[in-house]
């Protein structure tokens, strides 16, 4: 899994690539988290390009989405597809997080 991240407007924008399991899913945590650190408190995150996401995978949203709602920050989900899709809908996670089509419409919603 490769994450990669920009800063656009007033958000982050972070693409995951590839795989998120046990094995990659605190590279994850530490990309967000190291965003947090330093006063970010809006977080979208780009899934276009992630292939599989396991239950660790899940958590990880979980622990960064309650990181930035205890400093009144926001994690939206962008680009859910395909089986990746289907994993976030079936596990409820769908329902958690502000969910839309691309980062761009994600960074509207925003503000």
């Known amino acids: 899994m490769e994450c ?15 795989r998120m399991d ?7 945590d530490a990309a967000c988290g190291a965003w947090i ?8 995150v780009d899934l276009t390009a992630l292939d ?11 622990v960064v989405g309650k990181r930035l709602k205890g400093s009144g920050g926001t994690l939206a989900l962008s680009g859910l ?7 976030f809908d079936l596990s409820g996670f769908a ?6 089509p691309c980062p761009e419409t994600a960074l509207e919603a925003l503000g």
Do not use: C, N, W
């Open 52 to 62: 599989y996401i396991s239950s660790a995978g899940l958590r990880s949203f979980l």
């Open 95 to 100: 329902a958690l997080f502000p969910v839309h």
């Open 81 to 87: 597809d395909g089986m990746v899709r289907e994993v």
């Open 22 to 28: 046990a094995v990659t899913a605190p590279d994850f």
């Open 4 to 18: 990669t991240s920009r800063k656009m407007d007033k958000a982050v924008v972070i693409q995951v690539t590839g």
């Open 37 to 44: 650190d330093q006063g970010e408190t809006r977080l979208v």
